[in-house]
């Protein structure tokens, strides 16, 4: 392997090769977009609502994602087999981006409804609608995940690729991560099942028009070899006897099931250990930005270090912030405090504050002039707040709230010519650690999906290289199976340690539940970086290795169209 920055190659005269034009790599990392109105929903939000929202147990669910997970993550071979085999006048992969956009804008709404019904009705629906949508999802997500391997062979081509369709991936994991929240509560009127679902539908109509944009823009250029007449049996068995490919499988399972640790417990993180749910959407939109400044400069890092190297680097500052971020104490104050839907309830100034405040606001003397003014903190562009004063009065005791309000109190003391102002908004230390760990992680993580699925490409490359051999779309759909069943162990993991320390929806937690729901957020999701890193040593797909096979390839192409 070698630090020595490279040049951008010549644009290539061999179509296999090509250059990109800037607009066939925005259509194509468009597409991305799309599948994050559902991936974040499903990643970030959707064990939350099945618990606290839909009114699953959590060691239902638990069984629920698990089984459903794996049934779900066995068709992505299927599906790969199916799309290898595909020939239209639109090429392999691209009819689906066209004709499963709608299904699975359908089928993401019915999960996202919550019909009333019994215990056991209600999971019997969430096992049908869940897995009809994954299905969807995998239909649509295993072709475009393929057709990134047939744009170009180009190597530094896919990496900026890749590093466009993770932008977008990340862009809208902002919007979608931050706004969920907002727009439910927006939607629901006092109905928060119906504000979920109208969000999915949403959410829905926007990605079927992003699909449709990435089906128009694209070309497919990199095909089998002529003469292939293989079966999707020998396709496995060429996969199983490349090496690089199976250790990104490994990487693949173990990196998702730290993006689903992550994801997942932040929703418990944030609600019943910081005790300020209305941060739930900035924390994750936070979490995408920093994701989609990494997958930005990830065609940068790689002119200087080979992606495996790159990722051995990334995922080692991963896992020991990960571990740091453990060690962050609870907030001493909440700052503001949420009052839940459907409830009213009179609330008093000092448990806004720390120990510390509440003290000396409690040993002032009976002639000293107090005020207390109440504000509610409104949204504006899901993370931008602006205050709206309700009302100041002389009693620490505040009127009754409801409706899900969002309030703060200022605290003006008044007492021998001196003014004190203590307010409950300004956030504690420990918040703005949370977040800066969160940024400084997620950064780090952001570059890890470009690089593994360009990894996928050479892994494909490899394979063709090889054998003689060409299966594009069960490399990437056996790749992907690898990450939904890391998915699938990672949500049955979080729902199981739920169930174990005694967790109860929408009630004040014990010692032992809120430890167990930092640790998932934070510990836990490190130890799995680490391992990461491990797996990573044995990959050795370097730079130079690659543009061997390449240039090996077109001596192919060209003497196989000679022979034509």
Same mark, same amino acid.
């Given at each position: 392997?070698?630090?020595?920055?490279?040049?951008?190659?010549?644009?290539?005269?061999?179509?296999?090769?090509?250059?990109?034009?800037?607009?066939?790599?925005?259509?194509?990392?468009?597409?991305?977009?799309?599948?994050?109105?559902?991936?974040?929903?499903?990643?970030?939000?959707?064990?939350?609502?099945?618990?606290?929202?839909?009114?699953?147990?959590?060691?239902?669910?638990?069984?629920?994602?698990?089984?459903?997970?794996?049934?779900?993550?066995?068709?992505?071979?299927?599906?790969?087999?199916?799309?290898?085999?595909?020939?239209?006048?639109?090429?392999?992969?691209?009819?689906?981006?066209?004709?499963?956009?709608?299904?699975?804008?359908?089928?993401?709404? #019915?999960?996202?409804?919550?019909?009333?019904?019994?215990?056991?009705?209600?999971?019997?629906?969430?096992?049908?609608?869940?897995?009809?949508?994954?299905?969807?999802?995998?239909?649509?997500?295993?072709?475009?995940?393929?057709?990134?391997? &047939?744009?170009?062979?180009?190597?530094?081509?896919?990496?900026?690729?890749?590093?466009?369709?993770?932008?977008?991936?990340?862009?809208?994991?902002?919007?979608?991560?931050?706004?969920?929240?907002?727009?439910?509560?927006?939607?629901? %009127?006092?109905?928060?099942?119906?504000?979920?679902?109208?969000?999915?539908?949403?959410?829905?109509?926007?990605?079927?028009?992003?699909?449709?944009?990435?089906?128009?823009?694209?070309?497919?250029?990199?095909?089998?070899?002529?003469? %292939?007449?293989?079966?999707?049996?020998?396709?496995?068995?060429?996969?199983?006897?490349?090496?690089?490919?199976?250790?990104?499988?490994? #990487?693949?399972?173990?990196?998702?099931?730290?993006?689903?640790?992550?994801?997942?417990?932040?929703?418990?993180?944030?609600?019943?250990?910081?005790?300020?749910?209305?941060?739930?959407?900035?924390?994750?939109?936070?979490?995408?930005?920093?994701?989609?400044?990494?997958?930005?400069?990830?065609?940068?890092?790689?002119?200087?270090? =080979?992606?495996?190297?790159?990722?051995?680097?990334?995922?080692?500052? &991963?896992?020991?912030?990960? &571990?740091?971020?453990?060690?962050?104490?609870?907030?001493?104050?909440?700052?503001?405090?949420?009052?839940?839907?459907?409830?009213?309830?009179?609330?008093?100034?000092?448990?806004?504050?720390? =120990?510390?405040?509440?003290?000396?606001?409690?040993?002032?003397?009976?002639?000293?002039?107090?005020?207390?003014?109440?504000? *509610?903190?409104?949204?504006?562009?899901?993370?931008?707040?602006?205050?709206?004063?309700?009302?100041?009065?002389?009693?620490?005791?505040?009127?009754?709230?409801?409706?899900?309000?969002?309030?703060?109190? *200022?605290?003006?003391? %008044?007492?021998?010519?001196?003014?004190?102002?203590?307010?409950?908004?300004?956030?504690?230390?420990?918040?703005?650690?949370?977040?800066?760990?969160?940024?400084?992680?997620?950064?780090?993580?952001?570059?890890?999906?470009?690089?593994?699925?360009?990894?996928?490409?050479?892994?494909?490359?490899?394979?063709?290289?090889?054998?003689?051999?060409?299966?594009?779309?069960?490399?990437?759909?056996?790749?992907?199976?690898? %990450?939904?069943?890391?998915?699938? &162990?990672?949500?049955?993991?979080?729902?199981?340690?739920?169930?174990?320390?005694?967790?109860?929806?929408?009630?004040?937690?014990? =010692?032992?539940?809120?430890?167990?729901?930092?640790?998932?957020?934070?510990?836990?999701?490190?130890?799995?970086?680490?391992?990461?890193?491990?797996?990573?040593?044995?990959?050795?797909? =370097?730079?130079?290795?690659?543009?061997?096979?390449?240039?090996?390839?077109?001596?192919?192409?060209?003497?196989?169209?000679?022979?034509?």
């Amino acid at each position: 392997m070698t630090d020595t920055p490279i040049t951008d190659p010549p644009p290539s005269t061999n179509e296999r090769t090509a250059t990109l034009s800037i607009w066939e790599k925005l259509g194509y990392g468009i597409g991305d977009a799309g599948f994050n109105f559902y991936w974040i929903i499903i990643g970030s939000y959707l064990l939350y609502f099945y618990t606290d929202i839909f009114g699953l147990a959590p060691a239902a669910a638990s069984v629920m994602f698990l089984v459903t997970k794996i049934i779900d993550a066995c068709t992505d071979p299927l599906m790969g087999a199916i799309a290898d085999r595909t020939n239209s006048r639109w090429g392999k992969f691209r009819p689906y981006l066209l004709f499963a956009a709608l299904p699975m804008a359908a089928a993401a709404t #019915l999960t996202m409804s919550t019909p009333d019904l019994d215990d056991g009705g209600k999971l019997i629906w969430a096992y049908a609608t869940y897995s009809i949508m994954m299905l969807c999802y995998t239909i649509l997500s295993t072709p475009y995940s393929s057709l990134s391997g &047939v744009l170009t062979a180009n190597t530094q081509e896919r990496n900026s690729i890749y590093g466009i369709r993770f932008f977008f991936a990340y862009l809208t994991g902002i919007i979608v991560g931050a706004a969920t929240p907002e727009l439910a509560a927006y939607f629901a %009127q006092g109905n928060e099942a119906r504000g979920w679902r109208s969000t999915m539908l949403l959410y829905s109509g926007i990605a079927t028009l992003l699909f449709w944009v990435s089906f128009f823009s694209t070309k497919e250029r990199v095909h089998p070899p002529a003469s %292939q007449r293989n079966t999707a049996l020998r396709d496995i068995m060429d996969l199983l006897q490349n090496r690089p490919w199976l250790i990104l499988f490994l #990487l693949a399972m173990i990196i998702m099931l730290t993006l689903t640790l992550r994801g997942s417990s932040s929703a418990y993180y944030f609600k019943y250990f910081v005790e300020r749910p209305d941060l739930m959407g900035s924390y994750i939109g936070v979490q995408m930005a920093a994701y989609a400044i990494g997958a930005a400069c990830t065609p940068f890092l790689t002119r200087f270090m =080979d992606k495996a190297r790159l990722l051995i680097v990334l995922m080692t500052i &991963v896992g020991i912030l990960s &571990v740091a971020f453990a060690f962050v104490p609870k907030p001493q104050a909440t700052g503001v405090q949420t009052i839940p839907f459907n409830q009213t309830q009179a609330i008093h100034a000092k448990q806004f504050f720390s =120990d510390k405040i509440s003290q000396r606001l409690g040993t002032l003397p009976d002639q000293a002039d107090i005020k207390y003014t109440w504000s *509610e903190h409104q949204k504006k562009f899901w993370i931008f707040k602006q205050r709206v004063t309700l009302n100041t009065q002389e009693a620490s005791l505040a009127p009754q709230f409801s409706q899900g309000k969002v309030i703060s109190v *200022e605290v003006v003391v %008044q007492h021998q010519g001196k003014t004190n102002a203590f307010n409950s908004a300004d956030l504690p230390a420990e918040l703005f650690l949370i977040f800066i760990l969160n940024f400084a992680i997620s950064l780090a993580l952001g570059p890890k999906s470009p690089l593994t699925w360009s990894m996928y490409a050479d892994a494909a490359d490899y394979n063709e290289w090889k054998t003689g051999r060409r299966a594009t779309a069960m490399t990437f759909s056996a790749a992907t199976f690898s %990450q939904k069943l890391g998915g699938a &162990v990672g949500s049955a993991a979080i729902a199981a340690v739920l169930a174990a320390i005694g967790y109860a929806a929408n009630q004040a937690q014990t =010692d032992a539940s809120q430890t167990g729901i930092v640790l998932l957020q934070t510990a836990v999701p490190g130890v799995f970086a680490f391992i990461a890193v491990f797996a990573l040593l044995f990959y050795k797909l =370097d730079r130079s290795t690659l543009e061997t096979i390449q240039h090996e390839l077109n001596l192919r192409q060209e003497r196989s169209q000679k022979r034509i």
